[in-house]
């Protein structure tokens, strides 16, 4: 099915399931442990054997040799596998570094080597003993130093823009700020930690792990290991969470795969926690430089916004300027992204790549403006709304509710108790309130599904979605049921699987509107198949109460199905609507906090978020993606940073003891409201997703609560207490 007009009345208007507040149907195997994460796919007939990960001790040179005497000799050694005995393989389409193969290290901790063995401790007791023989290069690991060799990317991909004359209107504004933001590297700290386990039969191998894409993993995996993609099979249906660090194919997958052939078992292979960091990817640390100007009256005349970021060798950029071409009206306007070439660990996608560290830039610069030209900040966001995209002004918004959640957030915290900064103190705490407005955009990716309904009046979703702990589960479950008038426990869901339909996968935000338009599609292909099968007019059919209706004949849809059952496949296909409507999501994170007086530590009080980002199908899955991500932000202001190594180039935190993140009991008081909203331009589904949205602009609502609080301006997350004191 195509989508390329706007969405007319269709049966998932009724919201009779979806929109409700259903129960995460895999709740209970998740809450009782019956739900197999990729490491624990167990079957007592395979023999297991495990995999150890050896990463690179350097960060840039090439290796020699490799001595695996002694680790194959030690007890239990089934197999070991070395970069240079598999040899330079072709790198998967989604990877910049190579992940396993060859002599080249590109960052440290890269794989080099993993040691197969019947036990876990015997594997990991062995790669201790693998020698390697390095030959170093100096490479580049410093930001701040390579920020003036950084270099403008492909023009086609990351234009400069411009629009109007910046910097004559910056010159004349009579209010101006020209302020610089920095954000460091970040490390995605998922709770599962990436794993794999691969079994070999004969050419073809089955992989079970932990991927939030399954078709891209599959591609990429057949081009690493040399084989037709036909011959894999993988298989990802419950996932401790990825952010992003699980978009691309890791080098789990591909140890587990070389391990499993070489040792002619099934091989289990877990990244230890502390080789995450490192080995696998992260969110690339920023230089931002912001510039505004804007009248006596508070209403912007010029908006420029620059960012510089690094990667590896072909890499790509940070596009932290994302959300400031449309964002704030203005008629004088540029951005401009820059990219270094850092001999750090591959720079890729973490939650909201871009516009979660633009908007940490942006949203304290907005406040720092406001302040400037003596305008409340809510005010000041509501006075620089725009209804059109600011570069293409014959683009509208598809819809666009900033100024509702603004207005709503103001009255629901009680932003007009806000004092001037410093002016609140309740015994050791100075407490402040701050605001941040949340922008991200509605990405469409095509997504495919498969319903089989059965004689038993069942129906089964097929389609290799995956799960990250979203919720996909239980809003393709309430698509079906309210396409097929079907009751959710009628609802079988199928995800995780290469076998299936190719779907959207998780990422972006875009699951949940495009994976749920799948499977739409593909429940109208079931619908006219069951019109068809009973020779019902498919202009007045309905499905409702289990029962198929057409004129006065009324069939159960078990019955309907037959013996042999029924079956509706369909892919979505997007048209051209996000080219002529800007579809993106917004909201308005409101945060207080206290800060210690004496120690300059920071402590969040409540936090607020309003939303407006389409129909939410799910108000409880959607809220815990929203209060998740507001967490993360949290984290992102107060204590995220992977600290640079600058000589030796590496991330000396790499695990959750140094690298800190924020757990519940650091924010006492979270609320989350989504505003009513149906977006017919995003899809039939009407909805687009929340689940980055939730994450834009909550760090710098933090930096500007805690400016409200204490009177002290920081530019550079995170904002640790020796920043404040
Ligand atoms: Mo998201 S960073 O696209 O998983």
Not at 225 to 245: E, R, V, W
Not at 256 to 278: D, E
Not at 444 to 466: F, N
Not at 541 to 549: D, I, K, P
Request: overall charge negative.
């Amino acid at each position: 099915m195509k989508f390329d007009t706007p969405a007319t009345t269709n049966p998932i208007d009724r919201m009779t399931v979806v929109g409700q507040p259903v129960a995460r149907i895999d709740g209970q195997l998740k809450t009782t442990g019956r739900a197999m994460y990729a490491y624990e796919w167990h079957d007592a007939n395979f023999p297991y054997a495990y995999g150890y990960p050896v990463g690179s001790s350097i960060a840039k040179g090439r290796i020699r040799s490799i001595d695996t005497d002694a680790a194959k000799r030690s007890p239990g050694v089934l197999a070991v596998v070395t970069t240079l005995d598999v040899g330079k393989r072709e790198k998967g389409k989604f990877n910049t570094a190579n992940l396993f193969g060859g002599d080249e290290v590109q960052h440290y901790h890269q794989a080099i080597a993993v040691v197969v063995a019947e036990t876990f401790e015997q594997a990991r007791a062995a790669a201790s003993l693998v020698k390697v023989d390095y030959e170093g290069a100096t490479g580049s690991f410093d930001l701040t130093k390579a920020k003036d060799t950084a270099v403008k990317p492909d023009e086609k991909q990351q234009p400069d823009t411009a629009v109007g004359d910046f910097e004559k209107a910056f010159g004349g504004a009579a209010v101006t700020l020209d302020q610089t933001y920095t954000t460091p590297d970040q490390s995605h700290s998922m709770m599962e930690p990436h794993a794999s386990i691969a079994a070999w039969d004969g050419d073809k191998v089955t992989v079970w792990t932990s991927s939030q894409m399954i078709d891209w993993w599959r591609s990429d995996l057949a081009t690493t290991l040399g084989i037709d993609k036909d011959n894999i099979h993988l298989m990802s249906p419950f996932i401790g969470g990825g952010f992003g660090g699980k978009l691309f194919l890791r080098a789990d997958a591909v140890l587990a795969a070389f391990g499993a052939k070489a040792a002619g078992r099934p091989v289990k292979v877990a990244l230890p926690r502390p080789l995450m960091a490192n080995n696998t990817t992260h969110r690339p640390a920023t230089i931002q430089r912001i510039r505004i100007g804007t009248g006596r009256d508070g209403k912007i005349q010029a908006i420029g916004h620059e960012s510089w970021s690094g990667d590896q060798p072909g890499g790509q950029l940070e596009t932290a300027v994302n959300q400031t071409r449309l964002l704030y009206a203005g008629e004088n306007r540029m951005t401009a992204m820059r990219l270094a070439t850092l001999d750090l660990p591959e720079g890729n996608a973490m939650r909201a790549p871009g516009e979660a560290p633009g908007l940490m830039a942006l949203e304290i610069a907005i406040d720092e403006i406001a302040e400037k030209a003596g305008v409340d900040p809510v005010e000041f966001r509501i006075l620089n709304d725009t209804q059109v995209d600011p570069e293409k002004p014959e683009r509208p918004f598809s819809q666009r509710n900033l100024v509702g959640c603004l207005k709503l957030g103001a009255d629901k915290f009680g932003w007009s108790q806000r004092g001037k900064p410093g002016s609140r103190r309740e015994g050791n705490w100075l407490v402040g309130l701050g605001v941040a407005a949340a922008f991200r955009n509605n990405l469409l990716l095509p997504s495919a599904a498969r319903v089989r309904l059965g004689a038993d009046g069942i129906a089964t979703v097929e389609t290799d979605m995956t799960d990250i702990g979203t919720g996909s589960y239980t809003i393709i479950a309430q698509t079906a049921a309210e396409m097929l008038g079907l009751p959710v426990d009628r609802v079988a869901v199928q995800l995780g699987d290469s076998r299936f339909p190719v779907s959207a996968g998780s990422g972006g935000q875009f699951g949940a509107n495009c994976s749920t338009s799948g499977v739409y599609a593909a429940c109208v292909k079931l619908r006219e198949a069951v019109a068809q099968k009973l020779g019902f007019n498919t202009d007045d059919v309905v499905f409702e109460n289990g029962q198929v209706r057409s004129g006065n004949r009324s069939v159960a849809l078990s019955e309907a199905a037959g013996p042999d059952g029924l079956v509706g496949e369909d892919n979505m296909e997007w048209g051209d609507l996000a080219e002529t409507h800007q579809q993106s999501t917004f909201g308005a994170h409101f945060v207080e906090v206290g800060v210690d007086v004496a120690t300059g530590e920071t402590r969040i009080r409540r936090m607020l978020a309003v939303c407006a980002a389409g129909r939410i199908l799910n108000p409880i899955t959607a809220r815990s993606q929203v209060i998740g991500a507001m967490t993360m932000g949290v984290g992102g202001a107060l204590s995220e940073e992977l600290a640079v190594d600058t000589r030796q180039g590496f991330f000396v935190n790499h695990d959750l003891a140094g690298y800190e993140v924020p757990v519940h009991a650091d924010i006492p008081h979270q609320e989350v409201i989504f505003m009513e909203e149906a977006d017919p331009m995003s899809s039939p589904m009407k909805a687009k997703g929340v689940g980055e949205l939730g994450l834009c602009g909550v760090s710098a609502a933090v930096a500007n609560a805690i400016y409200n609080a204490t009177g002290v301006r920081v530019r550079h997350y995170p904002m640790t207490l020796d920043k404040i004191i």
